[in-house]
């Protein structure tokens, strides 16, 4: 996405292809399931106590395990693993919003776990970069939208709602033409979201590298933040999580102590700090996962340690990297090998 200052957010296509996908990059054809869905990693839930998100065992750091050791290479197997069991965000794609709700909600419902969404879809998206793309139009946007919500139903879900998208009305990178409609596209994306039962709604709010609170905190009240149930920091980037509360806490104080979620899958070994400064953001080396998700944080306005970004998942086509969201097995190894045990 835009720069060192965006989220970079996977563009999910839909979990079909997603997974077929995964499968082709495995190199093999059947992933070794079996009767219950799981492509032969055997990948179960995390306690729910610290933990209540639910585990895909059918993702595509799933699949890949499933390969390596198939393959009897399990020592790859064995550091995949240590991403495939972690719960992290699902990215509803364009084209069957409803149907990719639903199946992922019931999932975690019969897991007796909490979905977590990411709503990426916003008109504009990402200034042109890497990701970028999004719904034709408002109305198509507020079609998608409803979707969701009707895929979602009072079955128990978060949703980290549309990184980058206040982030770059504030820096911007979005141009004041689309300001307005943009606003309104994502109050009304509350709004609709937040009149489902089970649902908390996280309203992207960039990151601690970007720029200081006080230049996103008035463009999150004209988005909408007083009724969500706060906001993401970190989506996708590599900021510590000491620093992520930090900047978070600032912009709690002045959005009415609202209450935020970090993303901490790739933010181990902090940001990177080589190479041209524009394209740090973009499949740096040298990266580790983070703290593994969890309610059990370091402060009380920290409601989770989030994977929102799904580890192993090109940040775009640099550095050698495929496209941004498809899977990229050597960066997963790499994001595992250099964390800590």
């Not at 869905?37 to 933990?51: S, Y």
């Not at 409803?98 to 998206?125: C, M, N, Q, W």
């Not at 970090?262 to 040298?286: E, L, M």
């Not at 309610?295 to 640099?318: F, H, I, M, N, Q």
Request: charged residues 25%; hydrophobic residues 35%; proline residues 6%.
């Amino acid at each position: 996405m835009y720069d060192s200052r965006g989220a970079r957010a996977s563009a999910r296509a839909s979990a079909a292809v997603v997974l077929g996908a995964a499968l082709l990059l495995a190199g093999c054809s059947d992933g070794g399931g079996d009767d219950h869905g799981d492509p032969g990693a055997r990948i179960t839930q995390q306690p729910k106590a610290a933990d209540p998100f639910w585990v895909n065992p059918d993702g595509t750091a799933a699949r890949q395990v499933a390969a390596y050791e198939k393959s009897g290479k399990k020592t790859e197997a064995a550091q995949i693993r240590r991403i495939a069991e972690q719960p992290m965000g699902e990215w509803i794609g364009p084209e069957n919003p409803e149907k990719e709700a639903r199946g992922f909600t019931e999932a975690a419902e019969k897991s007796d776990r909490t979905a977590l969404l990411v709503l990426y879809d916003i008109p504009h998206r990402d200034c042109g970069q890497y990701s970028q793309g999004g719904a034709a139009d408002g109305n198509a946007y507020r079609a998608w939208i409803d979707g969701v919500a009707r895929g979602i139903e009072d079955r128990s879900a978060i949703v980290i709602l549309e990184p980058d998208a206040v982030l770059h009305l504030a820096d911007g990178c979005t141009p004041a033409q689309f300001h307005e409609e943009r606003y309104d596209l994502l109050k009304g994306a509350i709004a609709r979201l937040k009149s489902l039962k089970n649902t908390k709604v996280y309203l992207d709010a960039g990151n601690a590298g970007w720029g200081h609170p006080d230049q996103i905190f008035q463009p999150l009240r004209q988005a909408g933040i007083d009724q969500a149930d706060g906001f993401s920091v970190n989506v996708s980037n590599f900021y510590s999580t000491q620093d992520s509360i930090a900047y978070g806490k600032q912009l709690s104080a002045k959005v009415g102590d609202k209450h935020f979620v970090i993303d901490t899958s790739r933010n181990g070994n902090g940001p990177y700090t080589g190479g041209d400064p524009a394209q740090r953001w973009c499949n740096p080396p040298g990266r580790a996962l983070g703290e593994t998700p969890t309610t059990k944080t370091a402060d009380p306005l920290v409601d989770a340690y989030l994977w929102v970004k799904r580890p192993g998942e090109s940040d775009g086509t640099c550095k050698g990297g495929p496209k941004a969201g498809d899977w990229w097995a050597t960066y997963a190894l790499e994001l595992a090998k250099n964390s800590r045990p």
